[in-house]
């Protein structure tokens, strides 16, 4: 076990090996699979069965995030996936959380090296965002100021109204949308956030965010409030982004070797009675309802033209 100070408390300790994005995500995915696997976008080549994980935090401070995401999990997280139309109510554990979330996403692109391009003002942005984040985990602060916390819950979308898509609607979009999970670093003219996607949850940490309120219905109060089907404002740039993240994890997995592929078709194969009823099924034909044929990879279709 490797020592050293923690990120969070900056005490020296031994290091607990901490997921970037929480543990239970990746299990829900497996397990709601159909065969028990799932590929990250960035290695399409290889099954795996969890995430990310680096030695940052010492165990007081590991167990104070793992409070935080058993309290989303089973108060929001899995809930929601029951019952999308219900009225959820929080506290102040979803503020924690979404900023713990928030604060690991950004660190890992600091600490990745992937922030080298980016002007000094920018970079500074970043460091007080996170330094504010840091503050309210640790109880310095009672709320992240301007570095807001947005979440949006989504669900299976069955038809859209309007246009404007570049390119067109990804036509995985309902499986990106109800089981992707992702994270980046944004960065529009002005604006800087983190994205965390967990399922059906989006959330938004703000670096910095020049105008806010062209986000409505989505900022997480540091004190009370609930998630529940609403109306949403959100900028056309979110949605654009949101659509060619699922065009890019199509195109990933359209990529994988001809090897992958057999060993895709034989898991389905083997494990079809799993897989049918399985969320994993329901993102599929949601997507062949809006779609047909087109929601299949090239590859899929290839090989059924055979």
């Not at 090296?113 to 985990?137: C, F, H």
């Not at 807001?148 to 404007?164: A, E, Y």
């Not at 570049?166 to 990106?176: D, E, F, M, P, T």
């Not at 670096?207 to 004190?223: C, D, F, H, I, L």
């Amino acid at each position: 076990m490797p020592t050293g100070p923690c990120l969070l408390c900056g005490k020296q300790s031994d290091l607990q090996l901490s997921h970037v994005l929480p543990a239970f995500a990746f299990r829900w995915l497996r397990e709601s699979s159909g065969n028990g696997y799932f590929r990250m976008g960035i290695q399409p080549n290889q099954r795996a069965q969890d995430g990310i994980k680096r030695p940052w935090l010492c165990s007081p401070c590991e167990t104070v995030l793992s409070r935080l995401e058993r309290s989303f999990a089973t108060k929001l997280f899995h809930p929601y996936l029951k019952e999308s139309g219900k009225r959820f109510h929080y506290e102040n554990w979803l503020i924690h959380f979404c900023i713990s979330l928030s604060w690991r996403v950004l660190h890992f692109y600091i600490k990745e090296g992937t922030i080298s391009n980016y002007s000094p003002q920018v970079i500074e942005q970043m460091k007080r965002a996170e330094a504010v984040w840091r503050d309210v985990l640790l109880g310095r602060r009672p709320h992240p100021g301007e570095h807001q916390q947005h979440i949006l819950p989504v669900d299976f979308i069955r038809s859209v109204q309007g246009g404007g898509l570049q390119g067109g609607l990804a036509s995985n979009v309902n499986r990106y949308l109800a089981r992707a999970i992702d994270m980046d670093l944004c960065q529009g003219n002005k604006t800087i956030y983190t994205y965390a996607k967990l399922g059906r949850f989006i959330i938004l940490g703000f670096v910095a965010e020049p105008e806010p309120n062209r986000w409505r219905g989505t900022k997480v109060s540091a004190s009370q409030g609930t998630i529940e089907p609403k109306s949403y404002v959100l900028p056309a740039a979110l949605l654009g982004y949101i659509n060619a993240k699922a065009k890019g994890m199509q195109a990933l997995l359209e990529n994988m070797s001809e090897q992958q592929h057999k060993k895709v078709d034989e898991a389905f194969q083997k494990n079809i009675d799993k897989y049918v009823g399985s969320d994993a099924h329901d993102a599929m034909r949601a997507d062949v309802e809006m779609f047909g044929g087109a929601a299949f990879s090239r590859r899929t279709q290839e090989d059924q033209e055979r």
